[in-house]
């Protein structure tokens, strides 16, 4: 059974804080990604890694960073939160088929900045 | 980049009646379309997916049709349940040596008991 986790549920920052969110995933897979849930915007991506060290914009990159220095483990870095940065982050990993891409996503932090 | 556009963006049915959730594409090299259920408070969880060289595929009472020329692709629930109460998002992928997907709005569907 995949089993992706994350850092924190619930988070509260001040607006100029570094935050870190972190997701691992236990089952050896090489995708992982980053999006936000916003109602009536749906899942939007961040950025998302194909393998180590290796990262990709998605959508909505701006006032975001990710790190990923190990195959379980993916970081989104927010450099200076900020209050339209209040949203639900979820994470999710997927191992590369050639013709499918099952996602299997963490249960989600819920960021609120003040 | 790619666009994906999903409706209604709610939707009310009776028990035991279908529900009907439409999304356009807008990349025509997407060829993969899952889509995913979240249930309150919980994580998306796929359900059914189709790849672009499939018309058609169903798994008990979840069908999802596409149509390549046309850029859409539907989600068909028969004889809902109070169960299938959620929100449901449509996706559009393109494998570029990995997959990028682009997920629609969501669609929260309400099954009246």
């Known amino acids: 059974d995949v089993k992706v986790t994350q850092s924190s549920r619930y988070l509260v920052k001040r607006t100029g804080e570094k935050v870190f969110l972190e997701c691992v995933q236990d089952?050896?897979?090489?995708?992982m990604f980053w999006y936000r849930q916003d109602p009536g915007l749906g899942l939007r991506l961040i950025y998302f890694?194909?393998?180590?060290?290796?990262?990709e914009k998605g959508d909505i990159p701006e006032g975001y960073s990710v790190s990923r220095e190990k195959k379980e483990r993916f970081s989104l870095i927010l450099e200076s939160a900020s209050t339209n940065q209040t949203s639900m982050y979820l994470c999710?990993?997927?191992?590369?088929?050639?013709?499918?891409?099952?996602?299997?996503f963490g249960p989600g932090t819920r960021l609120t900045v003040l | 980049g790619e666009n994906v556009e999903q409706h209604p963006s709610t939707l009310s049915v009776q028990e035991g009646d279908s529900a009907v959730i439409k999304c356009t594409y807008s990349?025509?090299?997407?060829?993969?379309f899952p889509w995913y259920k979240q249930e309150l408070g919980k994580r998306p969880q796929l359900i059914i997916d189709?790849?672009?060289?499939?018309g058609e595929k169903k798994d008990q009472r979840i069908a999802v049709t596409l149509n390549k020329t046309a850029k859409h692709f539907s989600l068909h629930i028969t004889e809902t349940q109070p169960e299938d109460s959620a929100v449901y998002f449509c996706?559009?992928?393109?494998?570029?040596?990995?997959?990028?997907?682009?997920f629609g709005a969501g669609t929260r569907l309400f099954v009246k008991a």
């Open positions: 996706a559009a992928s393109i494998n570029t040596g990995g997959f990028k997907t682009i």
């Open positions: 999710a990993s997927s191992f590369p088929a050639s013709s499918t891409d099952t996602q299997y």
């Open positions: 089952m050896d897979h090489e995708n």
């Open positions: 890694s194909y393998d180590v060290k290796m990262k």
């Open positions: 990349d025509s090299a997407s060829n993969y």
């Open positions: 189709i790849r672009s060289n499939v």
